[in-house]
């Protein structure tokens, strides 16, 4: 494996990878790799003739007062894993690199992006989809890796892959999760033993609404009503928010009727934490 | 030539085109094709193993009042014309296969949009720039050939590029004229023949600010006060603005000491013309 620092260099590498014809499969990250990470990467190199990772700590996904400062680094453990999956190339620019002096150029997906997460954290997709394209750009992967944890994440670039007429198939992968069922994320990192059970209340929560509504429950406000009653019970933990909304255009819906997704924010102390489920109904009743 | 209608075809020529390990030249119009057109056009001829152009009248770009209903069309034409040129393919997609139904993707450059054209056509930039991302997405050129006319278009389009880490070289062709100096533009076609005469004080005006500052003015208000005097005098033509600027970053200058751009824009009746003039001096004093 190699690991480059700079545009052109990755460039030089795509141009010698394209003249031997082979796919490339990219799994864009912030680094301080867990499970859920080593998922993409293992199945982008199953896929792929060859893999790229990235790893940039995206200042511009950053809202004042998040926690771009503290977010958790370890560039040389990232590399040794890394290299164990059989990764061939590890792209990690520095800050200057890719928002250079007299940087100005933004990509906004609309409507995807103004609920759920959106509504909380102002900027943070416009960083999202602008760092992102960057990337596929630079790299230009047959297919990228993103995971179903970060749901309206994965349905933004989806949307943004489509709009600009890229030729990339964006692959989701399913959640990876503890034991005990809290998805893994790097913010886990921040909680206290305390913090990190009561966080439990999130992934339970949502794990119910889904049961509920595969059990019959139609009435999305009733399903939220269940998770919203399951966070008043537990004091370390606060809900942002809680909706169930269609797969693509993530509105919201009345009626669980069809394929929809649970999602959910909280906050536990100062660490923000996300979830969702998906379901899936065979019969659309 | 091939006319091609789909995102579809031209990727499938484009992949063609690539096992061939050819060059590709686009030439990006909104057809009606006049000198200017034909001169990019014979450029990317002659630079590129194969060039497309491509022809398509951006809804996106023109603002509410504007005058998209009534854009020039001739794609019988415009066929002929590039047919002749040598032009490999013409690629005239309809609207909804560029815009498809729930399309929300839309690219913005800051900073060098909101002066001179962008005080005037809110949005306008923002259809530029995303339909331009769109066309070098699927076109993929190593070339892409831009009129110096729209002189503000072409430096939003420079830094979306280099913002965005495409590799395609963005060239710049010199401004064509008809032979008393107006600008060549598909919407003189708009001029009664007494509004045609007026026009004139716009090359005139912008000529005379250029020979102001090549013959030692360094006062860009004084210089500007040159242009607004001669569009005093024009009752047919009103001036929407004049500015000198810095030829990278569009910012105003107030001391004329180094290569500027003076652009204006006016209306003559109900049509908005636009035009500019670089000023290189040889020496910085």
Redesign the interface.
């Known amino acids: 494996m190699v690991v480059l620092k700079s545009?052109s260099e990755v460039?030089a590498w795509r141009r010698r990878v394209r003249a031997d014809d082979a796919s490339v499969g990219l799994v864009p990250t912030m680094g301080a790799f867990h499970q859920g990470h080593l998922s993409l990467i293992r199945r982008a190199v199953a896929d792929c003739d060859v893999t790229a990772v990235s790893l940039f700590v995206n200042p511009t996904q950053f809202g004042r007062g998040e926690d771009l400062e503290s977010y958790p680094q370890d560039l040389e453990r990232d590399v040794e894993l890394a290299s164990r999956e059989g990764v061939d190339v590890l792209f990690a620019p520095p800050t200057a690199n890719m928002y250079?002096e007299?940087?100005?150029?933004?990509?906004?997906?609309?409507?995807?992006t103004t609920g759920l997460c959106g509504r909380f954290r102002a900027g943070h997709f416009r960083g999202v989809?602008t760092i992102v394209?960057?990337l596929l750009?630079?790299v230009q992967p047959d297919r990228a890796y993103f995971g179903e944890k970060d749901y309206q994440q994965l349905a933004v670039i989806r949307?943004?892959v489509?709009?600009?007429?890229?030729?990339c198939e964006i692959v989701g992968m399913p959640t990876i999760r503890e034991p005990d069922g809290l998805a893994m994320s790097s913010r886990n990192a921040y909680l206290s033993p305390e913090q990190r059970r009561a966080a439990l209340v999130l992934p339970r929560s949502l794990t119910k609404a889904r049961q509920l509504i595969e059990s019959g429950q139609r009435s999305a406000g009733k399903v939220l009503r269940a998770v919203k009653s399951r966070f008043a019970a537990e004091p370390l933990a606060s809900l942002q928010y809680a909706e169930i909304v269609d797969p693509d255009?993530l509105e919201p819906v009345e009626r669980c009727d069809r394929d929809v997704v649970i999602a959910a924010a909280c906050l536990v102390g100062d660490t923000r934490l996300i979830d969702n489920q998906m379901v899936k109904l065979r019969e659309r009743a």
């Open positions: 545009v460039r250079a007299g940087y100005a150029t933004w990509v906004e997906v609309e409507r995807l989809t394209l960057k750009n630079v949307r943004m489509q709009d600009l007429d890229l030729e255009t």
